[in-house]
T-cell receptor, first 116, second 111 residues
Framework: NAGVTQTPKFQVLKTGQSMTLQCAQDMNHNSMYWYRQDPGMGLRLIYYSASEGTTDKGEVPNGYNVSRLNKREFSLRLESAAPSQTSVYFC???????????????FGPGTRLLVL | RKEVEQDPGPFNVPEGATVAFNCTYSNSASQSFFWYRQDCRKEPKLLMSVYSSGNEDGRFTAQLNRASQYISLLIRDSKLSDSATYLCVVTFSGGYNKLIFGAGTRLAVHP
C-alpha cells in the first residue's frame, strides 16, 4: 500500500517549456488535489477533483491544467512554465481519518520544480 | 488578514520541555480542524484531528475554542524527533472538502 505517489521528484525547466506532473493513489479515495507550497505562504490549492470525471479550479489555477485520468490518477500540466511557478508541488487524496466523519487529506512526497 | 494564522517561530526548546502552539482562524463557518506535521523537505502528514471536547494522543493534546476561533497544540516531554514544522488546518465544506493551511510553526528541540 504505497499511499500517494508522485513523479518526478525533481525537475528543472527553462521558461516556456511544458511538463506534466504525475500523481497516483491506491487508497480508493474519490477526491484528489494539487497544491503548491512556497516559503512563508502555506499550501495553496491549484486544482482539485471531487470524483473521477470532474475537475475544478482552486485558489491559484492560472498557468496550470489538470486531468483526472481515472480514479487513481490525477495529473498536473504546466503548458508554458514561468519562473513564478518555481515551487514544491504536492498531490493529495482525500479520505476519512480513523473512521471519523470529517475527511482529511493524505499527501504524496512532492515534486520540486525549478523554472529558469 | 490570512484565513489561518500561526506564529512562524522558531520555538527552540530543550528535550523534555512542554511547548504549546496556537493558531487562529477567521471563518466562523469552519467545520473541521487538524494539526499536520511537516519535516524538512517532506510532505505534510496528519498528526491529529482536533475535536471540540479536546483530544489527546500520547504526548500531544489538541484543543479547540470555537468562541475565540483558535486551536492549540500542546507537546509534553519534547523529543528531538519532534523537531518539525506544525501546520494548523481548517476545513470547510461546500462543493468540496476545502482545507486551508496555516504557514506553519517551526519547532526545534535541542539536547
Amino acid at each position: 500500500n504505497a499511499g500517494v505517489t508522485q513523479t518526478p521528484k525533481f525537475q528543472v525547466l527553462k521558461t516556456g517549456q511544458s511538463m506534466t506532473l504525475q500523481c497516483a493513489q491506491d487508497m480508493n479515495h474519490n477526491s484528489m488535489y494539487w497544491y503548491r507550497q512556497d516559503p512563508g505562504m502555506g499550501l495553496r490549492l491549484i486544482y482539485y477533483s471531487a470524483s473521477e470525471g470532474t475537475t475544478d479550479k482552486g485558489e491559484v489555477p492560472n498557468g496550470y491544467n489538470v486531468s483526472r485520468l481515472n480514479k487513481r490518477e490525477f495529473s498536473l500540466r504546466l503548458e508554458s512554465a514561468a519562473p513564478s511557478q518555481t515551487s514544491v508541488y504536492f498531490c493529495a487524496s482525500g479520505g476519512t481519518h480513523r473512521g471519523a466523519f470529517q475527511e482529511t487529506q493524505y499527501f504524496g512526497p512532492g515534486t520540486r520544480l525549478l523554472v529558469l | 488578514r490570512k484565513e489561518v494564522e500561526q506564529d512562524p517561530g522558531p520555538f527552540n526548546v530543550p528535550e523534555g520541555a512542554t511547548v504549546a502552539f496556537n493558531c487562529t482562524y477567521s471563518n466562523s463557518a469552519s467545520q473541521s480542524f487538524f494539526w499536520y506535521r511537516q519535516d524538512c523537505r517532506k510532505e505534510p502528514k496528519l498528526l491529529m484531528s482536533v475535536y471540540s471536547s479536546g483530544n489527546e494522543d500520547g504526548r500531544f493534546t489538541a484543543q479547540l475554542n470555537r468562541a475565540s476561533q483558535y486551536i492549540s497544540l500542546l507537546i509534553r516531554d519534547s523529543k528531538l524527533s519532534d523537531s518539525a514544522t506544525y501546520l494548523c488546518v481548517v476545513t470547510f465544506s461546500g462543493g468540496y472538502n476545502k482545507l486551508i493551511f496555516g504557514a506553519g510553526t517551526r519547532l526545534a528541540v535541542h539536547p
